[in-house]
């Protein structure tokens, strides 16, 4: 990501919102890039959107709790721009419980943002099973056009 991108979405995603600790009820969204992570003729999210890629050890996610809607997908766009398609496909829309029940951490950034990052444990196969879980357990938001 180049730093005008990255300087963008820091500047979309600043929220004082971000010194708060995650409530259990805080609705989160992990931004879909990649038409392989939904099915939709289903409407479901796929596991692939909450795989980490090799280099990763925590996943993006985006707290969308009292956000404008605009705001929400402003923030995706710009994500969707850096990545390899330059398209936003949809949201992932989940509760932080759906995370917390599985054992899993938020950390929070330096910068107050409305991002978050969500830590996996280092096995392949817990990753594969944390991806399925929140899979099932999210919401495919389509993007208004």
Same mark, same amino acid.
């Given at each position: 990501?180049?730093?005008?991108?990255?300087?963008?979405?820091?500047?979309?995603?600043?929220?004082?919102?971000?010194?708060?600790?995650?409530?259990?009820?805080?609705?989160?969204?992990?931004?879909?890039?990649?038409?392989?992570?939904?099915?939709?003729?289903?409407?479901?999210?796929?596991?692939?959107?909450?795989?980490?890629?090799?280099?990763?050890?925590?996943?993006?996610?985006?707290?969308?709790?009292?956000?404008? $809607?605009?705001?929400?997908? %402003?923030? /995706? !766009?710009?994500?969707?721009?850096?990545?390899?398609? =330059?398209?936003?496909?949809?949201? &992932?829309?989940?509760?932080?419980?759906?995370?917390?029940? $599985?054992?899993?951490?938020? %950390?929070? /950034? !330096?910068?107050?943002?409305?991002?978050?990052?969500? =830590?996996?444990?280092?096995?392949? &196969?817990?990753?594969?099973?944390?991806?399925?879980?929140?899979?099932?357990?999210?919401?495919?938001?389509?993007?208004?056009?």
């Amino acid at each position: 990501m180049n730093f005008l991108l990255q300087l963008r979405l820091i500047w979309l995603a600043f929220s004082l919102r971000g010194r708060r600790p995650v409530a259990a009820a805080d609705p989160l969204c992990r931004y879909l890039t990649s038409p392989r992570w939904l099915d939709k003729k289903s409407g479901h999210v796929k596991p692939q959107a909450f795989k980490l890629r090799n280099t990763e050890s925590t996943l993006s996610v985006y707290r969308i709790g009292g956000v404008r $809607l605009a705001r929400v997908w %402003r923030i /995706g !766009r710009a994500i969707a721009s850096g990545s390899r398609e =330059g398209v936003l496909h949809g949201r &992932a829309d989940f509760r932080a419980q759906d995370a917390l029940d $599985l054992n899993l951490g938020f %950390r929070l /950034g !330096r910068i107050p943002s409305l991002h978050l990052e969500i =830590g996996y444990g280092p096995s392949k &196969a817990e990753q594969i099973h944390i991806a399925e879980q929140l899979a099932a357990k999210a919401t495919l938001v389509a993007e208004p056009f």
